[in-house]
């Protein structure tokens, strides 16, 4: 870090770091107090990464409050329910999932759903960008076990053909909920009619309907008891993401290093690694649309639209020279970042699908941004990783910490002051300026 922040960043850092201290619950982050009150498993990645340049006590509060609601079986779930709000203070809660009734779950009441796996990740990141090394190499030895056993989990109990790949059972388990890439699959099953269709009047997506889909599907699992043998034969959602595969595989190479910084083994991290790897490139690389495509386990096919989780996999070091071209040709051309004045659209502007108001249908996420830049710079893709920096930077400077963005001219959308968009920010800034610490 070579220069200060300047009156400008000062300002944005300040913005920053006040939505962060807002939404602090005294032992998580709330991803936008009002909309979304609970902990959240994807969220609290991002929150404890920008925590981790503002206040690095509470990055680590975050972790070790999400992992609070592990299962006994390794599984974290995606959303960890905060018990000072009233049980119906967002809507599916508690009494759609009943952790209450599962032998594995804590006493804390969570979801049985579990987010895209970049914990190991964001753990590594407090240690890295820390002062105080030996603090939080004491937090890296505390936490390892249960991130260690959260991979266990995703090994064990989602690789469902045993390719390597982990496979999600809910779009709720992406990150990005209501993505097109859903369509296909969502479309294939047959909920009974009821329910949510008619209470929800269709506005935009997620609608009614979607809801009848997505809650039927957490019910399938609920009802099974959460078994691994009803995702493995039964359940009729199973879908092998390019994101969340490319979180595990960033994640199993953080827990290697990890590992080797806390004195436990490495070896098993990297070789699973290994071969996620290799399964992400064999079976989600389609070289004929020059991307990674999502593979649809029960309709045995790759799913058809392009979207922003098909870049995802910059974040994989050691990816192959042609296969970075194409996707960095991709990402730049007017499919995506080339023809949005505030990129990256979530979705290819040329399907149909593509929808530059609708939730994960198009607009830009500064979280997918992010990741991306992450990946862009570790591959030294200097273009593409200051244009993300950039239009992050102005979507913000613009339009406040949202939660989503038009990507043609950066129309703020969703919730007011989203904590994982503030919390990115203060990541980006760091990354190139001297910042003072609150
Ligand atoms: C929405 C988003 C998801 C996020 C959650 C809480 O459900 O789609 O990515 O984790 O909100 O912020």
Do not use: K
Not at 22 to 27: D, L, N, Q, R, V
Not at 328 to 352: E, M, N, W
């Amino acid at each position: 870090m070579n220069a200060r922040l300047t009156g400008d960043e000062t300002a944005l850092w300040q913005a920053a770091a006040r939505v962060l201290d807002a939404g602090w619950t005294g032992t998580a982050t709330a991803p936008s107090p009002g909309l979304y009150p609970h902990q959240w498993g994807w969220d609290a990645v991002f929150t404890s990464v920008g925590l981790a340049r503002h206040r690095p006590g509470r990055a680590e509060r975050e972790l070790t409050s999400l992992f609070a609601g592990q299962w006994a079986d390794g599984m974290l779930p995606h959303l960890v329910f905060d018990a000072v709000h009233p049980r119906h203070a967002y809507f599916p809660g508690p009494a759609l999932w009943r952790s209450d009734r599962q032998p594995r779950a804590p006493r804390v009441a969570t979801s049985g759903l579990t987010p895209p796996p970049l914990h190991a990740v964001a753990a590594l990141r407090l240690h890295t960008a820390a002062r105080d090394t030996d603090r939080t190499r004491a937090f890296l030895a505390h936490l390892y076990p249960a991130l260690a056993a959260q991979h266990d989990y995703l090994a064990r109990d989602r690789d469902l053909d045993g390719s390597g790949l982990v496979a999600i059972c809910h779009p709720w388990e992406s990150g990005q909920d209501n993505s097109p890439v859903w369509d296909r699959p969502l479309g294939a099953l047959e909920p009974p009619r009821a329910a949510y269709a008619a209470r929800r009047p269709p506005r935009t997506p997620p609608t009614g309907e979607d809801y009848d889909r997505y809650h039927w599907l957490a019910r399938l699992h609920r009802d099974a008891g959460y078994a691994p043998g009803h995702l493995r034969d039964d359940h009729p959602f199973a879908v092998q993401d390019p994101l969340v595969n490319s979180a595990y595989l960033a994640s199993a190479h953080a827990l290697a290093e990890i590992a080797r910084i806390v004195g436990a083994d490495p070896v098993p991290h990297r070789e699973r690694a290994a071969r996620v790897h290799d399964a992400l490139l064999d079976r989600l690389w389609d070289a004929g649309t020059g991307c990674f495509r999502a593979h649809d386990l029960r309709g045995g096919r790759h799913l058809p639209v392009v979207t922003i989780g098909a870049f995802a996999p910059l974040l994989a070091p050691d990816l192959p020279a042609p296969v970075l071209r194409c996707l960095g040709d991709l990402l730049l051309s007017s499919r995506f970042a080339g023809a949005a004045g505030y990129p990256v659209p979530t979705c290819d502007i040329q399907a149909p699908a593509f929808d530059r108001t609708a939730y994960w249908r198009g607009p830009a996420w500064v979280n997918l941004n992010w990741l991306l830049w992450t990946g862009a710079r570790a591959h030294g893709l200097a273009v593409i990783a200051d244009l993300l920096y950039g239009s992050t930077l102005r979507l913000v400077r613009q339009s406040g910490f949202r939660e989503f963005f038009d990507p043609f001219d950066g129309t703020g959308r969703g919730s007011h002051d989203y904590a994982a968009s503030a919390a990115l920010v203060l990541d980006l800034l760091a990354s190139r300026r001297a910042f003072r610490a609150a």
